[in-house]
């Protein structure tokens, strides 16, 4: 099992990124990734994802102590407890409730149809009076989904 500072470290360094370019980046310190690296420090959760996006890597690979090869994560990995959720809503008619500054307008009270989803994006079709239409949202917008039951 290799740990989250070991694959940052390691995966940084075959991309050739200093950990000042890294850590520039991200808007901390060298030392910060240091820490991260060494083990001494975790990067906040919310620094996670743009970690992966930098590395070119998923979150579950880092988040995953079980996954210890980026470029084999997908024959390893164990769906995520997020995923696992959106198997359960996937093709369902839901309500998105949206975190606090995150709202999408079109879609505030509107049921909607979970069609897909993928790392940190769901997708959703929604019907308005005017039209139908598709979305992807990003998941860290979403603060819960309310199944609706079929009869309603």
């Known amino acids: 099992m290799e740990q989250l500072g070991n694959k940052i470290s390691k995966r940084r360094k075959d991309l050739g990124i200093t950990q000042v370019n890294f ?5 901390v310190t060298r030392q910060t990734v240091s820490r991260w ?4 420090a975790l990067p906040d959760i919310d620094k996670i994802n743009d970690i992966a996006k930098i590395l070119e890597i ?6 995953n102590d079980e996954i210890s ?8 990995s164990i769906p995520s407890v997020v995923s696992n959720l959106l198997i359960g809503v996937k093709g369902k008619k839901v309500i998105l409730d949206f975190c606090e500054g995150e709202e999408d307008i079109d ?3 509107n049921i909607c149809t ?4 993928e ?3 769901i997708k959703v ?24 039951k079929e009869d309603e």
Do not use: M, Q, R
């Not at 079709?125 to 603060?143: G, R």
């Open 23 to 27: 850590a520039d980046s991200l808007s």
């Open 37 to 40: 690296e060494t083990g001494a």
């Open 58 to 63: 998923s979150c579950d690979y880092l988040l």
């Open 69 to 76: 090869d980026y470029k084999n994560e997908n024959e390893k």
């Open 107 to 109: 879609l505030i009270n």
């Open 114 to 117: 979970v069609t897909d989803f």
């Open 119 to 121: 790392g940190n994006w």
């Open 125 to 148: 079709t929604a019907h308005t009076k005017k039209d139908n239409f598709e979305k992807l949202i990003p998941l860290s917008s979403v603060f819960s989904i309310e199944i609706i």
